[in-house]
């Protein structure tokens, strides 16, 4: 499989994390919450549960992206029942009019991000190019 490109937009945030799988490829929007963890930097996609982290943003930020690009591997590994099932699993939900296109309200950062340091939290949003 070819490698995915995530582009990041710190200005553009979403309130809906969106899968979709066409013709043999993933296109996804997520929200990705970046902050400080003691002396290092961590990207968490709350939706997919997946992080990333480092010592620089662009450390953590490559982590996350080879992160993604595993869990879009394993999801091609997958039938398509198992891939609904799975992406179900996590909270998405198949659209009513396009059926592989999955969505998933953002999921908020009470309770979720207790171990990032206070103040340090900005919220992104990663799209594939």
Same mark, same amino acid.
Do not use: W
């Given at each position: 499989?070819?490698?995915?490109?995530?582009?990041?937009?710190?200005?553009?945030?979403?309130?809906?994390?969106?899968? /979709?799988?066409?013709?043999?490829?993933?296109?996804?929007?997520?929200?990705?919450?970046?902050?400080?963890?003691?002396?290092?930097?961590?990207?968490?996609?709350?939706? !997919?549960?997946?992080?990333?982290?480092?010592?620089?943003?662009?450390?953590?930020?490559?982590?996350? /992206?080879?992160?993604?690009?595993?869990?879009?591997?394993?999801?091609?590994?997958?039938?398509?029942?198992?891939?609904?099932?799975? !992406?179900?699993?996590?909270?998405?939900?198949?659209?009513?009019?396009?059926?592989?296109?999955?969505?998933?309200?953002?999921?908020?950062?009470?309770? #979720?991000?207790?171990?990032?340091?206070?103040?340090?939290?900005? #919220?992104?949003?990663?799209?594939?190019?």
């Amino acid at each position: 499989m070819s490698k995915m490109a995530f582009e990041v937009d710190s200005k553009k945030a979403s309130d809906i994390d969106e899968i /979709r799988i066409k013709n043999g490829s993933i296109g996804a929007t997520l929200n990705i919450l970046t902050g400080m963890q003691g002396e290092y930097f961590l990207h968490y996609c709350p939706s !997919l549960e997946i992080s990333g982290y480092g010592k620089t943003e662009d450390e953590a930020l490559e982590l996350l /992206r080879n992160e993604l690009e595993v869990f879009c591997e394993d999801l091609f590994e997958m039938n398509q029942k198992e891939r609904e099932h799975y !992406l179900i699993s996590l909270g998405f939900k198949k659209q009513k009019f396009h059926n592989k296109n999955f969505s998933k309200a953002y999921v908020d950062e009470n309770g #979720r991000l207790r171990d990032f340091d206070e103040g340090t939290v900005k #919220r992104e949003l990663l799209e594939t190019a």
